[in-house]
């Protein structure tokens, strides 16, 4: 086994023929991606140690890496003579080199895929389907936690994902901060919001903010535009779905990505649930209860620097992220459950990466294997001890949990998404890349301007344009 860190730290997203312009869109976007990676020092290279018997493996995470490297020598010691390379691509550069790589020929034999991103791939005819492979065709739905496999099916009903883990979000808090404004752990797990006056969360937010003078954000004088800590930490505009920013409150407002998912046929950013839910949300930046667009950095100020530093009382983010929470000096970390809504419930996106193979791996029948054992519990059981992440299967998922307990930690207000079934999918729908570049400007402009909430009509329209051309 040889591992390979290249291009940043990790996350912390025959048909061909058919739509040739897609192909082509495709090779204008990977030839620019090989121009700039070159400029930055990361041109998709050679899988090193190719071979038959060497199967190449991309992912993007730095914090799940050990966790692989143990399934890898499990898999070796399992079956002597195949050799796993795994290379690790921060997530900032990991979908641009692997969309050069598929031009370049140099695209790896197994690859961690996003369910928003497969569709394309299928699409281009890149990935092999898992149906169709000796060592990955026993591999059933129930296999894993709930709605997990089952969106990994194509419209032509192959499989091209194995289930490797699952993600919600949920409150980070400083425990510190909430107990010194008066409010219980008990409170910040029973909040509920409305678009009206954002009910019991707004109010905490509001209590949780203060000012240059030390005035709170619901007190008389309270000044928004010199606030020295936020309530609620910025995580950007949240693009085209808001996984940790406004999802959670769309969600339990009634409101869906599609008219239908997997393949939905239309979007519904102008419907008026959607409006009010991010129309609130944003305008939690004007009340000065969360930081203005322009304090959001990907690379400096995230949620949780937001949190460690004191800038912010509260973090919405997902469980991907326990291990950089838990780590803050400092903060006495609390995990509270997403408010519940106008629907009467909480409500958060459930993540689901798998394990793709692609159309032209070296040897597929080793990269089935691997694939398998990737989705077994032989693998899931080490990630599930690590505790990184949620493996998807329940045995996985299980491990996870009671490492997490013994390390002092609750992950109920994850958990419990998927226990009371208040969980929802990523729209699973062609043109992601497309839709991505069309929204997040969008949002953008609605949070950091305040442009009109009728600016979402026309985008919808832009969106809704481009699944029109498959009709």
Known sequence: MTVTTACGAGRTTGRVRRRPRRRASLVGAAVTALVTLTGVGCAPQASSGAGDRTISYWLWDANQLPAYQACARAFERQNPGLRVDITQIGWEFYWTKLTASFIAGTEPDVFTNHVTQFPQFVDLGVLQPLDELGPTRHLRDDDYQPGLARLWRGRDGHRYGAPKDWDTVALYYDRKLTRAAG??????????????DGGSFERVLARLTVDA?????????FDRNRVV??????????????QTTWSPFTGSNNWHYTDRNPWGTR??????????????????????YMPPLEEFSSETNTPDRQLGSGKAAIALHGSWMLSTFTKLKGVDLGIAATPIGPSGQRASLMGG?????????DNKEAAGKWVA????????????????????????????????????VDVTPFTRHVEEGTTFSFPITEYAADITAIMKPVMEDIYGNGADLSVLDRANDQVNFLLGQDD
């Open 229 to 242: 800590r936020y309530g609620l930490a910025t995580n950007g505009a949240g693009e085209e779905d808001g």
């Open 373 to 408: 054992f990737l989705a077994s519990d032989a693998c899931q059981e080490l990630v599930g001890r690590d505790a990184t992440v949620f493996p998807a299967t329940p045995r996985g998922t299980e491990l996870a949990i009671s490492t997490l307990r013994r390390q002092g």
């Open 353 to 361: 990466l798998a394990d793709s193979i692609t159309r032209n791996a």
């Open 267 to 288: 979007y519904n950013y102008d419907r008026k649930e959607f409006k009010e839910a991010v129309g609130w949300y944003f305008g939690l930046a004007e009340k000065g």
């Open 183 to 196: 409010i219980s752990d008990r409170e910040m797990n029973t909040l509920d919001w409305n678009p009206r």
């Open 213 to 221: 003078k030390g005035r709170h954000g619901d007190e008389p004088g």
